[in-house]
């Protein structure tokens, strides 16, 4: 399957990107010391910043990108 629309083209590489180096990298705010995810909260082994929120401010990030890149 090809996508001939380059906005969604451009969003989809810029996505798997960063999820790729988000996910290779390990932060800490995402995974415990067993490597397991942390869950949503706030106290001991919780983050603020789960990973599936991270994932889904990164798609429309890169979505808005790709659309200023394009429009230019």
């Known amino acids: 399957m090809i996508i001939k629309n380059r906005k969604l083209q451009l969003a989809i590489i810029l996505y ?3 999820v790729g180096v ?38 429309v990030f890169c979505y808005y990108i790709s659309v200023i890149v394009t429009n230019v």
């Open 16 to 18: 798997l990107v960063i």
């Open 22 to 59: 988000l996910i290779f990298l390990n932060p800490n705010f995402f995974y415990n010391d067993q490597g397991k995810m942390k869950v949503f909260g706030i106290g001991k082994n919780k983050t603020m910043f789960p990973l599936w929120l991270i994932i889904f401010v990164v798609a």
